[in-house]
């Protein structure tokens, strides 16, 4: 069984290294931004990059984090456009941005639905409450992944830091369904 996904959002953590006045970017960068120090600590900027629209928090002690990416590339560019901003903004003076990819989100479609409860009882490690959630929960120690399945046979990967990470998640993923049988049913098109 194989299944392609397509990453859909990454969460990343970055420094600035250096502290950046929060009260001047808002003063600048308004509207895009906001920033109500009484209810967050940190300002909420959104940004369009190359078509993609970016989210970051960015906090006083120059600590940031990045929302909105689909790839490591996409990351690295937001977080360097977002330092050149700032540069000449003139806000920061070096600009250099350290980054850590947090959290890679991931989806796929299985192609047809999928017995929930039968999933839950057969698949070590998966979780399925429908009164709190409408999909199987399924945790992997290695990698550490978790995985949401649902009944129209959509798949969303969470928890992965590396791309490579998520390839290893989405293989054991698939080899625990097809040894209860999701790939036999996925061949002869069941619904």
């Given at each position: 069984?194989?299944?392609?996904?397509?990453?859909?959002?990454?969460?990343?953590?970055?420094?600035?290294?250096?502290?950046?006045?929060?009260?001047?970017?808002?003063?600048?960068?308004?509207?895009?931004?906001?920033?109500?120090?009484?209810?967050?600590?940190?300002?909420?900027?959104?940004?369009?990059?190359?078509?993609?629209?970016?989210?970051?928090?960015?906090?006083?002690?120059?600590?940031?984090?990045?929302?909105?990416?689909?790839?490591?590339?996409?990351?690295?560019?937001?977080?360097?456009?977002?330092?050149?901003?700032?540069?000449?903004?003139?806000?920061?003076?070096?600009g250099k941005v350290t980054?850590?990819?947090?959290?890679?989100?991931?989806?796929?479609?299985?192609?047809?639905?999928?017995?929930?409860?039968?999933?839950?009882?057969?698949?070590?490690?998966?979780?399925?409450?429908?009164?709190?959630?409408?999909?199987?929960?399924?945790?992997?120690?290695?990698?550490?992944?978790?995985?949401?399945?649902?009944?129209?046979?959509?798949?969303?990967?969470?928890?992965?830091?590396?791309?490579?990470?998520?390839?290893?998640?989405?293989?054991?993923?698939?080899?625990?369904?097809?040894?209860?049988?999701?790939?036999?049913?996925?061949?002869?098109?069941?619904?």
């Amino acid at each position: 069984m194989k299944m392609e996904f397509v990453v859909q959002n990454i969460v990343a953590t970055a420094s600035l290294g250096e502290e950046v006045d929060l009260n001047a970017l808002f003063t600048r960068l308004h509207p895009a931004a906001t920033y109500n120090p009484e209810d967050f600590p940190g300002l909420v900027l959104h940004m369009k990059i190359r078509g993609r629209k970016f989210t970051f928090l960015i906090f006083s002690s120059g600590k940031m984090v990045c929302t909105g990416a689909r790839s490591s590339a996409e990351v690295k560019h937001g977080l360097r456009t977002l330092a050149s901003v700032l540069r000449k903004l003139g806000l920061v003076r070096g600009g250099k941005v350290t980054y850590t990819i947090q959290n890679i989100v991931a989806t796929s479609r299985i192609g047809y639905s999928v017995d929930l409860e039968g999933v839950a009882m057969l698949v070590e490690g998966s979780l399925y409450e429908p009164e709190q959630f409408p999909g199987v929960i399924l945790k992997l120690a290695d990698p550490k992944a978790t995985f949401l399945l649902f009944n129209n046979g959509k798949v969303v990967c969470t928890g992965v830091p590396t791309e490579e990470e998520l390839g290893k998640a989405i293989s054991r993923v698939a080899e625990k369904l097809a040894g209860v049988g999701i790939a036999a049913k996925a061949e002869q098109g069941a619904p």
